[in-house]
């Protein structure tokens, strides 16, 4: 009993003492080598849905308070060359598929690896961990200046965006075989061999990770990526380190520290097998690949912290779609049948007043982003939408305690355009619609 009080109040020290060392995490800590860091983190959000549809479904605005993440995790070493961690969410579970909350939330496993630290310049990740294609995909969600996140595609029935695989308008089994953005998601099983490289001036990334998205023989194959970076140091720049469990990087760093990064990045997979959708005698495979450009930028002027941000990515052989414009059914000849890209954009920036007004930091944030998929709908070719999102964030202190208020506006262009309008919609839907919220974070 004597050794279980000692061991009790040896972990409560160790908390105690970890806490008091590190502001947003407690710790536990054996020795200089072996420690954890653990918390909680959440997001909490409360949005007016503009009303989607004409005189029948979804006339009417939503609004909804929801918690969108709650957050375990756990972070730290075994040894200086052995990292890890781990993320635990549940999210609540809104939508017209659920009829509202579903009512058995459930906790699952996020993301989470080990990185295997032999030196700077070689390092090994395994697990299910961020895919180092776009730099979308290694920032992390906790660091967002919008909050409602990239290719914000709320429009169609039930909010469930135009892409969306099942009541979306060009989702799979109607206009377009599969969902392009489902391609560019944050994290998947696989493994990453990284570095960084005279001192984080330049930092690689080679991965190879699951291939789960193919038509009814998922893990065929394998997907492939690689990314590439360059920090102008001797400008005084700081290098976004990759040495650390996750390799994440953030939206702003809040003026901690002058950043300049140019990224490049590839990407390369298979989708289909010839004759493995919809049982149509099909003549071709699809094999998408991709490649993207970035440049982040962040430097602090006296009380003021402007940041820039811009992208492109680029995904080749992303998608079927029908060349005469009608839905996917095992009627679909393989001539109609054509191979489409996908192209997005985006240019966002931050501009915060570092000093505290009343309770906090405050923040102007502005993104704007453009997603076009190939594809025909009512006579037009391209499904395509602009989304502009503005929000005023409010730091109380630093990520760890946030406030914003915004609004997205997206408008709906071409092939979409005219299927929202179309009779075939089986309801006359609105091809611009602006989006209000309130979001809440909180990190421990």
Known sequence: MKVARWKVLGVAGALVLGYAVTSQAAQIKVDEDTFADFGYNMK???QNFDERGKGGTDDWKKNVFDIKDSRFYISGQVSKMVQFYGE????GAYGKETGGYAKDNKVGLAEGGVNFVFMPELQVRAGKVRVPFTRYQMTSSYSLIIPTDAWYDKGGAGATGIFGKDTGVVGEGKYISTNPLELIGKADGGLVVHGDIANGMFRYNVGVFNEDKRKDEAFKGLQWVARVEFTPTMLGFAPESTT???????????GKKDVLTIGLGYYKEKLYDKDSLYGTQFDKSLEADGWTADLFFEKKFGCWVPNLQVGYIKLNDSHFYTADGKKFSNATTAANVKKGDTSLWYAQGQLLYDAV???GKPALAIRYENVEADGVASGKKDFAFDRWGVALNYYLKGQAAKVSLGFDKVEYDDAAKAFLKSSESKSEYEDSITDYYLYIQTKF
């Open 244 to 254: 650390s469990p996750h390799g994440k990087v953030s939206d702003t760093y809040l």
């Open 88 to 91: 635990w969410n549940a999210s």
């Open 357 to 359: 007004v009343g309770f």
């Open 44 to 46: 909490i959000m409360y």
